[in-house]
């Protein structure tokens, strides 16, 4: 056991440490890297598999895939594969190769080389072939690595998006009850509601409409200097209010 310089002028420093601290920079993601070259993206003439360049961490260890790196795929049977990207710290190779099999895709080797040395397979194109046909599998969900400041700007959309008033023209279903559609109980139960009538304004949190069993419940509020009650009811997505009058009207619902 020793101290072992790293950056410093004349050490040797080891794959094994370089690729440890490459994990932990890209917040210990496994994948291609999205957002930087080509990611790695195929395309797919006659039997051939086709891949633009673009660069791959697999527990730090880095690998850049050359623009046109192609490999082909034998029409023999029906089967689904995978073209497979290994890492092998055992023999300290990184080859690109073809694993398929009848009826699902063949499972794949994963080792945790941040422990020890193994081979960990990572797929770079899923396809489904026949003995005259092969098609690429785009919905297959490839895993990528994202650059974690372009993580933090969506989360901040996603954040403002949430915060940002929606405002909704309600459906009249009849005198004094109108529906407002497409709606969740998740964003109910974190909203405050505004409900704009002809001469008043109705403010109540989302969360009322769940207090008690049946998603439904009641609003007090004054129009033109008389009292009424509103009544809310929540089902299958869609919110219901009536009027405490048949001769009032909703023109707008906000949910904040």
Do not use: W
């Not at 890209?26 to 673009?54: A, C, M």
């Not at 372009?150 to 909704?168: A, H, K, N, T």
């Amino acid at each position: 056991m020793a101290i072992q310089k790293i950056t410093f002028d004349g050490a040797s420093v080891s794959a094994k440490v370089d690729a440890d601290l490459y994990h932990f920079l890209l917040s210990n993601q496994v994948g291609i890297i999205r957002g930087f070259k080509n990611q790695v993206n195929h395309t797919i003439s006659s039997n051939t598999i086709t891949f633009k360049d673009g660069y791959v961490s697999v527990y730090g260890r880095l690998v850049y895939v050359e623009n046109n790196t192609q490999i082909k795929v034998t029409l023999d049977s029906s089967k689904r594969g995978f073209v497979v990207l290994g890492i092998n710290t055992s023999n300290n190779t990184a080859t690109l190769y073809l694993k398929e099999q009848a009826g699902s895709y063949p499972s794949l080797t994963t080792t945790n080389l941040l422990n020890g040395d193994g081979l960990y397979e990572l797929v770079l194109c899923a396809y489904n072939k026949t003995a005259t046909s092969i098609s690429v599998d785009n919905s297959y969900n490839k895993r990528y690595i994202t650059n974690y400041l372009d993580l933090i700007d969506q989360f901040r959309d996603e954040v403002e998006s949430d915060g940002e008033p929606m405002q909704i023209n309600p459906t009249k279903q009849s005198n004094g009850v109108y529906t407002v559609g497409n709606l969740n109980s998740y964003i109910l139960t974190r909203s405050m509601i505004s409900v704009q009538l002809t001469s008043a304004v109705v403010t109540f949190p989302g969360a009322l409409l769940f207090i008690t069993v049946g998603s439904s419940g009641s609003v007090n509020y004054r129009h033109t200097g008389a009292d009424y009650t509103l009544g809310l009811n929540y089902a299958n997505g869609t919110l219901t209010l009536s009027c405490g009058s048949t001769t009032h009207q909703i023109h707008r619902v906000y949910f904040y």
